[in-house]
């Protein structure tokens, strides 16, 4: 069981740290295929820089580690028991080595377990089968394309599109309107699985199954090859791009499955993952616990370099760079626009759902007149004095905060907010009256803000836990874009109108 807690405990950092290589080859394309000098070339260098900091620095890709989910094949007669208290042992390590997140949120009372361990987590499913050998491969599915995932009970009407029946094209339908609401939210360009049938659990259980399967495979099945085939070259015509930036990639991936159902129900169901596709599998000896073989690292390595000067290049290319040093001026505001991009120095406080829900009854814990809250969970460790680390650090989503953002903006002085995603009218409205803007970092990119933090000053609400703590940070030029100024522009919203336009040019039947 050793040697099996080493595999477990491998795998797990391998999958948190290391992309897949069909995934990487998948994110080169797409920066081959992007416009030079545009905000999603730009995104996509950033993106690239951010998995080589992985890499060589051996820690998390995107802050947000996810849920783990397992999915493992045993020999009859292995003992699942024993092999799920191994994995949760290493779970326990990876957290406390700063691998994984501690993200286990107890659902009644808010507490964090600390060691991503808690009722249902994580998730372990097995299988049994006749081979040799276990199967085991972990998926680390973050909460911002997790909440992107949809499911649909045809027949149905869709914005758009129209009517989708209970047949083939209704499905198409289904799935081009899965891609065009998820925007820029998921950390787009994504990987989107798709399960068709079944009932709304075992839909969805299809769904993300099919994230385990290769980029570049083909699928069995020739109408539902066509469907993905279909799904891939259609989906990058809705402009949504890289972080909703606008752009020619807007999806990585299509992955579709098709079990039964009763005749009752039609369910399709989707299963949205982000660029930060963190999925990887072993085999395994049953009997030593050793790794005999990964999986999806096979084939051609993906140079994915010289991507700070591809950034460099595109951001001054196409966008104007402006310095905020904080605390920011309402003057300084009013003279930002949509397209900007801002290099901050100075602080900047993390807040995310518990600290909004919490400052909107209490005094904030520091003076933030002037200030930026960065929607940002980060993954923090102690060094050897006591002092806090910061291991990753990207932005979360940012809609989430669309109740709270615009009061507490009005009622602390707030300047500028900054995350992922973008947000809704209330918050657009505020930024307008109050001078205030939202600035859109690169999701997912969270060893190349965490290289621009040099320092952390303090920290209040601990009791919330660390993702949802408010952090102190002390940053250097950390880089992002102006999406929604304090004038009434929206970048999400004109490519959200933009794209539902093109949207509507899949309405008509594709297949009988």
Known sequence: MEKLFESMYQLI????????????????KAKENENAGTRSAMSLATISDNIKMADDNVSPICQDTGLPTFKIKVPVGVNQLKVKEVIKEAIVKATKDGKLRPNSVDSLT?????????????????????????????ILKGGGCENKNIQYSLPCELEGLGRAGRDLDGIRKCIMHSVYQAQGQGCSAGFIGVGIGGDRSS???????????????????EDLQKLEEYVMENANKLGIGTMGFGGETTLLGCKIGAMHRIPASFFVSVAYNCWAFRRLGVHINPETGEITEWLYQDGEDVDLSNAKEEAAATSESENRVVQLQAPITEEQIRELKVGDVVQISGMIYTGRDAI??????????????????????????????????VKAAGPTTSIREEPYQGDIMKKFGVRAVMGKGGMGPKT??????????YLNAIGGAAQYYAECIKGVEGVDLMQFGIPEAMWHLRVENFTAVVTMDSHGNSLHEDVDKSSLEKLAQFKEPVFK
């Open 356 to 389: 909004h829900k919490y400052l909107m009854d209490h005094d904030a814990p520091v003076d933030l007149n002037g200030q930026i809250i960065y929607h940002c969970g980060p993954v923090m460790l102690k060094d050897e004095e006591g002092n806090w680390e």
């Open 203 to 221: 839909g969805y259980d299809l769904a993300k199954e099919q994230l385990f399967r290769r980029v570049d495979d083909v699928n069995p099945n």
């Open 13 to 28: 950092v391998e999958t948190s740290t290391n992309l897949p290589k069909d995934v990487r080859r998948a994110i080169k």
């Open 110 to 138: 808010g507490d964090n377990s600390g060691d991503n361990l808690g009722i249902g987590l994580p998730v372990i499913k097995f299988e049994q089968w006749e081979k040799d050998y276990m199967d085991v491969r972990l």
């Open 428 to 437: 657009l409205q505020a930024l307008k009256e109050h001078g205030g803007v």
